[in-house]
């Protein structure tokens, strides 16, 4: 029996390991590097396209309950990711290009899996798995469109750029990480306030790169802000943003710092550092006046420049069970970034649920409709969810999950709220299992 799945991703990658080791034949098709995104810069599966962190790896944090999920769930790609780590206090980050070709190798060398590097131009007939992510292809989101007979939302996305550690000057840089939590591993810039607002005149100034006609007048993603349009509601939103200071201090100086730029380790050699929180449109030229305006980035080499591409997610309230199964079509799912789960861990777990629920559904078992207690559960019954009026994507919080009893006083210690959260969800779902 076979699957298609199309989109080699995260999701993509997950589903098709999932129903691999499960006995099933997967067609995995791919359209890079004939048909280029826009954004990627490989042909390797499960590329880090953004960020390379996969967010908090404490399990007290709801995307560390959603990777503890994960492993429950018998995850293929958070085992690559913990393999390929890299410093980053408490959050899961990876060299990018070791995970990649890692996924990339473990795919080519299953003998279940059949890499095909094709573009799909329609959805195909079959059991079908689509992941092909928010930057889905024109044809092929033409066919989903007419499938779906809904209207496509869409929202953009920003990189963030990358740095050369050989460039960057330590007799200002310093390294800590916020509170002192976990390894000092990430970088920091500090600026007093002069230097900030020189900062901040070139920002709210500088040029961007202008939209395509079919791009304008669609939506940012909330939590991935460039950072010119964070800097657009006040002067002082980047301070209690991706900038402030706070916990963050010079042990050689003990100076109060006016605003941070923190960056973050993005390969196994410790060679290349991302700006965190700094996804950007503007124009090459202007990125590069600004970095080097950053103290201790004045003469930084910069490997790679922000872009800003558009992300393309289906109205999932309307077309999705908390399954991932269409409600129209039942050999038919959909995973990742495409469904509107926003984040990469996110995307990895989506394609674990479908992955494992389409062989469920060939093998004529229930499907998985895990709880909304869980935060797996909890992102797909999110989704799922026909009452919304105007979905936007969604990460994994706190928010979406079923509340537990808390006293005013429990409410209150954000801590201990994480931990009997995550201690229900990871009960309820080894119960859920043991009961399947």
Request: charged content about 25%.
């Amino acid at each position: 029996m076979e699957v298609t799945i199309t989109g080699a991703g995260l999701a993509g990658s997950e589903a098709a390991l999932q129903l691999a080791k499960r006995g099933f034949k997967v067609n995995l098709y791919e359209m890079r590097p004939d048909v280029q995104t826009g954004a990627h810069t490989t042909h390797d599966c499960a590329e880090f396209v953004c960020s390379n962190s996969l967010g908090s790896d404490d399990i007290t944090n709801a995307s560390g309950l959603l990777k503890k999920e994960m492993e429950i769930l018998n995850g293929e790609l958070i085992k690559i990711a913990r393999a390929c780590r890299i410093p980053a206090g408490n959050a899961l980050a990876v060299d990018r290009h070791k995970f990649s070709m890692t996924v990339t190798e473990k795919i080519e060398q299953n003998p279940n899996i059949n890499l095909i590097r094709k573009e799909v131009t329609q959805i195909p007939e079959g059991a079908v798995i689509i992941a092909s992510g928010p930057l889905t292809s024109s044809k092929l989101a033409d066919s989903i469109k007419e499938f779906t007979q809904s209207e496509y939302l869409y929202f953009f996305d920003a990189i963030a750029p990358i740095v050369e550690i050989d460039s960057i000057n330590f007799d200002i840089a310093f390294w800590a990480s916020r509170y002192d939590k976990g390894e000092a591993s990430y970088i920091n810039c500090p600026m007093n306030q002069q230097q900030y607002e020189k900062f901040y005149n070139i920002l709210t100034t500088a040029p961007k790169i202008e939209r395509h006609d079919f791009e304008k007048g669609a939506k940012f993603f909330e939590s991935c802000l460039p950072i010119e349009v964070l800097a657009s509601r006040g002067v002082d939103t980047l301070r209690f943003g991706p900038m402030k200071p706070v916990g963050l201090a010079d042990k050689r100086t003990n100076e109060k710092n006016y605003a941070v730029v923190q960056l973050r380790q993005d390969n196994s050699a410790k060679t290349l550092f991302n700006l965190v929180g700094f996804q950007t449109n503007l124009k090459w030229g202007s990125q590069k006046e600004l970095l080097h305006s950053i103290p201790g980035l004045e003469n930084a080499n910069i490997v790679r420049y922000g872009v800003m591409h558009r992300n393309t997610f289906i109205n999932s309230p309307k077309l999705l069970n908390p399954t991932l199964q269409t409600l129209k079509r039942k050999d038919l799912f959909f995973a990742g970034q495409i469904t509107g789960t926003e984040g990469y861990t996110e995307s990895i777990a989506s394609g674990l649920l479908a992955g494992i629920n389409m062989a469920r559904y060939l093998n004529n078992e229930p499907l998985l409709e895990l709880p909304p207690q869980t935060m797996l559960g909890a992102l797909t019954h999110y989704i799922s969810n026909p009452e919304h009026e105007n979905f936007q994507p969604i990460n994994s919080n706190w928010g979406i999950v079923t509340p537990v009893e808390l006293s005013k006083k429990e409410r209150k210690n954000k801590k201990l709220k994480g931990e009997l959260l995550a201690k229900r969800a990871t009960e309820t779902l080894r119960n859920y299992l043991n009961d399947k």
